[in-house]
């Protein structure tokens, strides 16, 4: 990481993060590091640490923590969720951050692709005529789009 820019720190941050779903429990975290004991990413992937982030957000670097792509590495498995002794929800802490992240336009663009495949089709990836045959092969029944659907439940 780099150094920390005085500056650019707002106390309010983890104020305002406690006031989003997901984040209302972040404050009481007391930096035990289980989370990140614990976490399978920041095993293989170093500059993903739990702990980290929740130090981030307790000094208040909200620009420099929204635009890191690392926030995008949770694979939401929920262990440091059930780990941890202080019940600060980190994997919901993980989704108000991104959350913030799209609001403000610092998602990766990847996400933004991501988003608009969900809301036409309702999952991640098209289902053709090739998807289709396989799901009959294996006595399945077709999927059929429904985009006006998915546009209404995802707002
Ligand atoms: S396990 Fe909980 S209390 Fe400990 S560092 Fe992680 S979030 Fe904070
Ligand atoms: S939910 Fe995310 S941060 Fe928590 S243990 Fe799993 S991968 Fe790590």
């Known amino acids: 990481m780099d150094r920390i820019d005085l500056k650019k720190l707002d106390p309010d941050f983890k104020h305002r993060l406690a006031r989003e779903l997901g984040g ?9 590091g289980v ?3 614990r976490c399978p990413v920041e095993k293989i992937e170093p500059e993903y640490n739990p702990r980290k982030i929740i130090r981030m957000i307790l000094l208040g670097m909200e620009e420099a923590l929204l635009k890191e792509e690392f926030l995008w590495h ?7 969720q059930e780990s941890c ?3 600060v929800n980190f994997t919901e802490v ?9 609001r403000k336009g610092l998602a990766p663009p990847g996400m933004g692709a991501a988003r608009n495949l969900l809301s036409q089709q309702g999952r991640m990836y098209e289902v053709g005529d090739f998807e289709n ?15 006006e659907e998915y546009k ?3 707002g």
Request: proline share 6%; charged share 20%; aromatic share 6%.
């Open 85 to 87: 002794p202080q019940k």
């Open 152 to 154: 209404k439940l995802l």
């Open 133 to 147: 045959e396989k799901r009959q092969e294996l006595g399945l029944p077709k999927i059929m789009g429904n985009p």
């Open 35 to 37: 989370c990140s004991a």
């Open 74 to 80: 949770c694979s939401t498995c929920y262990t440091c």
């Open 94 to 102: 993980i989704f108000a951050l991104r959350n913030l992240a799209v």
């Open 24 to 32: 209302e429990h972040i404050k009481k975290c007391f930096s035990c």
